[in-house]
């Protein structure tokens, strides 16, 4: 019997799939087995370059956004209407490549309401439309608003409780200069919005899917992260997010570092609360600024607005909101290279040092 040199073949025993190569040397045949697994018949099988498995490390971390939301903006009026009420413009949208926004909505004195991330929708027919993503707590308080300014415009607004909003972040922090890789997705048509986050690369990337989807299934080497270390990300690298951080009606735009988040436009024109804005940029002085604190042990049930000091007792600025050891306050530039100090919910003295943001423009003064 004729028996050739080299040979390939599959076998199925005893529940081991695979595929060999064979080769006859002239006594014995040596058998190379090119992949295979064991699992039961019937079962389906991934290649090992596929495997999944538990020691392979994952490269980045997905964190579910419980605190935040989304409306669908739509209709032929949707950018002129929101022109004249965000910080920014609308008309970035509109360049090749620009899918994502952030911005404020202010009151009439120039304080910040909402802090508000737009997204251009996928859909070819959507026109100008946006997913707006807003924090939940306020989603009445915005609809009513937009419903005081909408008069007759057209535009449709409608709440996406079907929609669930993550944070991807790269697990290991990029010391470098290069920006961190975007992650893949295995099903990039279940992503309704996947984008950069426009503050700032510190914050990975956006992503929104159905509420039924997981994240994991879709983000390629991802792991689940617990929500409140998403928090603790932001207040380590000094970005406010919500009202915590801006209490409606009390926050500044400028001194909230609404610039150096891209987040607004100063030639764009008219706009709800522009007016004390732009009076406030052009004098190139924001005596306060809210900065990223470590304090020298965790705080907890500390006071809204909870007064800051030196240690000769000079006024510092006000704590605003943080996880553990780590927050944000509004500080008085004046004092930020100060060891400062509050009273806690017990009466006891903590101590606070403050820090510069590695996203911050180099060229920002700091006393």
């Not at 859909?123 to 306020?138: N, Q, S, Y």
């Not at 001194?255 to 804005?277: A, D, P, R, W």
């Not at 306060?288 to 006024?315: C, H, I, N, W, Y």
Request: proline share 5%.
């Amino acid at each position: 019997m004729a028996l050739s040199s080299n040979a390939f073949g599959a076998f199925a025993s005893s529940g081991c799939l695979g595929v060999y190569a064979r080769k006859y040397t002239g006594r014995y045949f040596c058998l190379t087995f090119l992949s295979g697994v064991w699992a039961p018949t019937g079962t389906r099988v991934k290649r090992y370059s596929q495997d999944t498995g538990r020691d392979v490390p994952k490269e980045f971390v997905c964190y579910q956004l419980p605190h935040r939301t989304l409306l669908k903006i739509q209709g032929q009026d949707t950018s002129p209407f929101l022109q004249g009420i965000i910080t920014n413009d609308m008309r970035l949208l509109e360049e090749p490549g620009h899918t994502a926004m952030y911005a404020h909505m202010l009151n009439v004195q120039g304080r910040t309401l909402y802090d508000i991330m737009l997204y251009s929708l996928k859909e070819p027919d959507a026109g100008h439309g946006v997913f707006l993503e807003c924090d939940r707590t306020v989603t009445d308080s915005i609809l009513r608003y937009f419903k005081a300014y909408k008069i007759r415009r057209k535009v449709n607004i409608d709440l996406c409780p079907e929609l669930s909003i993550w944070a991807v972040l790269p697990k290991q922090k990029n010391t470098g200069q290069e920006e961190a890789r975007k992650p893949e997705l295995s099903s990039p048509e279940k992503a309704l919005v996947w984008e950069a986050d426009p503050r700032t690369k510190e914050m990975g990337w956006r992503l929104v899917v159905d509420s039924q989807a997981d994240a994991l299934d879709i983000v390629i080497s991802c792991q689940k992260g617990d929500t409140n270390e998403y928090h603790r990300h932001r207040y380590a690298v000094g970005l406010p997010e919500g009202v915590k951080d801006l209490p409606p009606g009390v926050a500044l735009p400028l001194e909230s570092n609404l610039v150096y988040m891209q987040g607004i436009s100063f030639s764009k024109g008219c706009y709800i609360g522009q007016e004390l804005t732009a009076r406030t940029h052009h004098t190139g002085v924001v005596r306060k600024r809210l900065m990223p604190v470590r304090f020298s042990s965790p705080v907890q049930d500390l006071e809204e607005g909870a007064a800051l000091q030196t240690e000769s007792g000079k006024p510092a600025g006000k704590h605003r909101s943080g996880v553990g050891e780590l927050g944000l306050s509004l500080i008085r530039m004046a004092h930020a290279k100060e060891v400062l100090m509050l009273k806690s919910s017990d009466n006891a003295t903590v101590t606070l040092e403050v820090f510069v943001p590695d996203w911050w423009p180099k060229d920002v003064k700091i006393s």
